[in-house]
């Protein structure tokens, strides 16, 4: 470990050795090149409507409007991503810098490489962070570097995160310290924001209909992503005259953390898959040569890279360098006892993903989105897709290794010794899971394999490569499959309504089994009472259904604990997918824990009948409303989570929150609704106004042309101008 002190002119002055003349002006855009070519233009609800003369003036009216809506959270993720966070808070974030280290100098090597579209946009959104960071400072804390193109594309940098091979490297030697400090920084975006709540409401519901199934004859596509409600869907709309014009939701933290939208031609809807991507191998040290290890019979050398971070320590800026060790296979993770164990990730160090994602925008037909979508920058993801010629199309994504041994549990290191004995290429695209145009005239998922995807289709459940997703089939999933796998035909507004089924398939499923073990215990009083409530309950969370709550109640007390095959009398099977799990296995719990439930019931909410929506509420700012919708374990297709109120009642906090729906006429048709709204600041005005929207399944009409975003306008700005 090294420290040396510099002073701010002599760590300037190296920069400038790095990134002279044009380098620097491209990299970091002055934002007088760039107001003036753009115009931000809010409609409805705050929605920003982006119209830029260059990708570069549209990239900085996007960084701009997503720290205006969301504060400091978009420059916080790109200066934890390009390692500069001990430079803002000292000395406890720096350990989040060495992680980042590798990222950045993949960034700064790849970089000439891209596109220049796509690095216009790098450079357009390094401005927009610039200019209001210069014109906001009270808002940010002293020290915050300038930002470059670099900085913007280290974000898209794949292969495995800094935080999993640290994690990997707590896995193999435990007296590695915990995570303290500012790891993440405020404004953390990091995956761990996306599981609160019960992790099976983490994912998303995606439909895509062929005309054959609309009333219209034009297809539709259902965008519906369930993750935390502080996890950052925004909606936007970026338009520049013959390079791009998309509407969806870039989710804050960057340019290109794009999840799904559409434009004149095309849309696409992502859903989150299972995939194996990293492989840990152990290798043999070389007992003759340190550094160097055995492989097809010879001495391979490890390389040692010197990694430089600087942090704030009082007025002075101080570095500190680590030893980081990588190999031809991948990064080192830990070296002990003759043995040296390396992390082999799919995407490692690949450069192009934000690159993807612009070709995936500026798609105008399934060819080309085909195109976009084998580059492979992306490397996990279903993908639902629907066009204005009528196509619908399913992908099953993944840069998924072929793998050469047995799949093995990520705690498992594979020892190996020859190449033949790791893997060197992934599955070919045109091996992945995914189906066009299918019999039936819908593909759909809701996060389970591919297996089903159209009932009418099934894929082999002897999956071909065995890091495939094993077979997979949800309640949620299922009762998605029962909404669409008829004849009936839909127009866009039936789509809607349809999303917002409010069934709750777990009570099909079990509650025969339960009337009838409490039936057998005789009930009287109020368990007697309870129990005829639940036989004339229709089965669903509707907010003023009762009959819901406390089976809600009952069913967390019942199976608390058990496996599904101590809960159901047949647990769910791929010979059976769409009709199991079914039945309770243990009648007397169940019968127990409803005589619990009616009482519990009572207990927190006043009474044991009240109606779903007396407890499930949306609450924003001053809005207060029942909200119907339950979790995954419930079999509902409108997933909501909750979290408990100081006064018991349930208040949503995740799932459903963005839903999306378009149809392809000649200027295309749609809907939306973000329950959260534009900002999470509670003084915005696009901080509570659409909750109540969501909570009555009420959508508002998008504003796609320019005629209709002007008629719309309620707020017309250029981003940073010069007063």
């Known amino acids: 470990m090294m420290r040396t002190a510099f002073h701010r002119l002599a760590l300037a002055a190296a920069s400038l050795l790095l990134l002279t003349g044009t380098a620097v002006a491209r990299l970091t ?5 760039l107001w003036r070519d753009v115009e931000i233009i809010r409609t409805e609800h705050g929605v920003p409507h982006i119209r830029a003369k260059t990708l570069r003036a549209g990239a900085y009216a996007l960084a ?18 390009s390692g500069n966070m001990g430079r803002v ?7 989040s810098d060495f992680a980042a280290w590798r990222d950045r100098q993949r960034a700064m090597e790849s970089y000439h490489r891209l596109e220049e579209p796509t690095r216009d946009v790098y450079e357009g959104f390094a401005a927009g962070l610039n200019r209001y960071i210069e014109l906001n400072p009270t808002l940010f804390p002293p020290g915050m570097p300038q930002f470059n193109g670099y900085d913007i594309a280290t974000l898209d940098i794949g292969g495995a995160a800094g935080g999993a091979l640290r994690n990997y490297q707590r896995l193999l030697d435990p007296t590695l310290p915990r995570p303290v400090g500012r790891q993440g920084g405020p404004g953390n975006n990091d995956a761990s924001a996306d599981a609160e709540g019960d992790p099976g409401n983490v994912g998303s519901n995606a439909w895509a209909f062929a005309p054959s199934r609309t009333k219209s004859g034009r297809a539709i596509l259902l965008r519906n992503p369930h993750l935390a409600w502080n996890s950052g869907y925004y909606e936007a709309h970026l ?10 939701d870039f989710r804050i933290g960057g340019p290109f953390v794009v999840i799904g939208g559409f434009n004149k031609y095309l849309g696409f809807s992502t859903t989150n898959n299972a995939q194996d991507l990293d492989e840990l191998y152990v290798l043999d040290a070389d007992p003759e040569t340190p550094a160097h290890y055995l492989f097809d019979g010879t001495s391979v050398p490890l390389r040692r890279e010197l990694a430089t971070v600087t942090y704030r320590a009082g007025e002075e800026l101080v570095t500190e360098t680590r030893e980081q060790w990588t190999s031809p296979l991948g990064p080192v993770v830990h070296r002990a006892n003759g043995k040296i164990w390396v992390l082999k990730s799919a995407g490692e160090g690949d450069y192009r993903a934000g690159e ?13 989105y085909k195109d976009a979508m084998k580059i492979r920058a992306r490397m996990t993801s279903n993908f639902t897709y629907a066009d204005r010629d009528g196509n619908i199309y399913y992908l099953w994504n993944a840069a998924l290794p072929v793998l050469p041994h047995p799949v093995v549990d ?19 695209f045109d091996s992945l899971p995914q189906l066009l145009n299918p019999k039936g005239g819908y593909v759909r998922n809701e996060n389970n394999s591919p297996h089903w995807t159209n009932l009418n289709a099934p894929f082999d459940t ?18 998605g ?8 035909k839909f127009t866009l507004e039936d789509v809607l309504r349809l999303k917002h089924n409010y069934r709750m398939l777990l009570a099909d499923r079990v509650k025969p089994d339960l009337i009838a073990a409490v039936k057998a215990t005789n009930p009287t009083g109020d368990v007697a009472a309870a129990l005829g409530m639940i036989e004339k309950w229709a089965n669903t969370s509707a907010p003023e259904s009762r009959g819901g709550t406390l089976f809600e109640v009952w069913w967390q007390r019942y199976g608390q604990g058990l496996p599904d095959s101590l809960r159901y009398t047949r647990r769910w099977t791929a010979s059976d997918p769409t009709r199991t799990p079914v039945g309770l296995s243990d009648r007397a719990k169940a019968a127990e824990a409803f005589a619990w439930a009616v009482t519990e019931t009572a207990r927190r909410y006043g009474r044991w009948d009240v109606t779903w929506g007396e407890v499930h509420r949306v609450r924003r700012g001053k809005v207060d409303v029942p909200v119907g919708g339950c979790g995954n374990a419930l079999g509902c297709f409108r997933i909501l989570n909750f979290a408990r109120d100081p006064d018991e009642r349930l208040v949503a906090n995740g799932g459903d929150g963005w839903v999306l729906a378009v149809e392809f006429t000649d200027v295309p048709k749609a809907y939306s609704v973000l329950a959260y709204g534009q900002s999470p600041d509670t003084l915005s005005r696009w901080h509570s106004d659409q909750a109540e929207r969501f909570a009555t399944g009420n959508y508002k009409r998008i504003a796609f042309t320019e005629k209709d975003i002007d008629a719309q306008a309620v707020l017309r700005y250029r981003p940073g101008e010069k007063q």
């Open 239 to 248: 338009t520049v005259p013959g390079v791009v014009d998309f509407y969806g």
């Open 410 to 428: 990520d705690t498992v290191a594979v020892p190996a010794r020859e190449t033949r004995q790791v893997w060197t290429r992934y599955v070919p």
């Open 29 to 33: 855009p002055s934002a007088e090149e």
């Open 481 to 488: 499959a029962q909404l669409v796998s008829g004849n009936q």
């Open 462 to 479: 002897i999956n071909p490569y065995p890091n495939f997703q094993p077979p997979s089939m949800s309640l949620r999933a299922q009762l």
């Open 356 to 368: 993807q994602f612009l070709h995936m925008m500026r798609a105008t037909s399934l060819a080309e």
């Open 64 to 81: 701009w409007v997503q720290l205006e809506d969301y504060g400091t959270r978009t420059a916080m993720n790109v200066l934890r991503a």
């Open 89 to 95: 808070f000292g000395r406890d974030s720096i350990d």
